[in-house]
């Protein structure tokens, strides 16, 4: 009896051993036919590649690692798409695919696309879709990883709203909400984790060498004011800032009187917070290297031209 039951075992382990190298045989093929795929550029054949990979129970452990590379390929081939009808159907699939299984990562690649387009309100939604899931136990990021995605999320929403100064009409580019009906974006607490304080660039419009609001501005201290109100502030500290034309002690004098008339429509409308103001004129631009695409020296300028909100960051 115990040989046999020996016998069994072995048998057994045996058979265990061979379907295992089986599979992992089986893994090695889909992952290498993927692979091929990615290199022959076909999304089809992509798409049926991640079928098979995740109708495989040996191989779809690590599904969500090629669902990112499958993204990664589809917004690269649009981007280099030779007619609209080429592109389209990529980015749709492409957008699907974050929807069900994006990482902040994909969606910030979503962003980069329509912003290197020079479509700014796509650009703007897409990086809030991605600030939107730093929310995610499974999803890391680094302090820089999420200044970066901040910086690109403004740049982005300001040049969606950009009326020049008051000087053409412009629709402002409101921030999305979180699924509790807050206001997420840029003013998202996910984005102070890990960090000692981040500097928040408001894309509030002035005209001219004015302090004024333009109605774009307008829009957005009303939102400006919905958020501190619904994450009920104390304390504040508002940096305005300017672009480097002009002398430099009358811009440092506009950015602080620019942040005062910030602080003034708060307080006005019920904000009791404490709040610092000060006034770096052009000392401090807009660090356009962290939105990974050229920008032309009036976008810069107007970039530089903001008030940030220095909030406090938070553990990790």
Known sequence: MVRICR???????????????????????????????????????????????????????????????????????????ATEGERKPLIEFAQNAIRIGGTWRSAE?????????????????????????????????????????????EAAKHQASDDSEGRRSASFASTARDVDGSLGGIYSRDLLRGAQAVAVPLPINFFYDETRFTPVGEKAMEELLEAVKEQNIQTMTLVGHTDPRGGRSYNVDLSKRRAAAVRDYLMSHGVSAHIDIDGKGPDSPFDVSLLGRPVTKEEEWALDRRVEWVRPGSSD
């Open 109 to 153: 690649a979503m962003g980069d696309y329509y912003a290197r387009r020079g479509e700014f309100a796509d650009a703007h939604r897409w990086y809030e879709t991605g600030i939107s899931f730093l929310s995610q136990a499974s999803t890391s990021s680094t302090p820089h990883d999420r200044e970066q995605l901040l910086a690109r999320a």
């Open 7 to 81: 016998r069994s075992l072995l048998s057994l382990s045996a058979t265990l051993c061979l379907a295992a190298t089986a599979s992992a045989s089986s893994c090695d093929t889909l992952i290498a036919n993927f692979n091929s795929a990615i290199s022959d550029k076909s999304i089809a054949k992509v798409r049926d590649a991640m079928g098979a990979i995740a109708d495989d129970s040996s191989c779809n452990f690590d599904i969500d690692t090629y669902r990112l590379q499958e993204i990664d390929f589809a917004i690269g081939a649009a981007g280099s798409a």
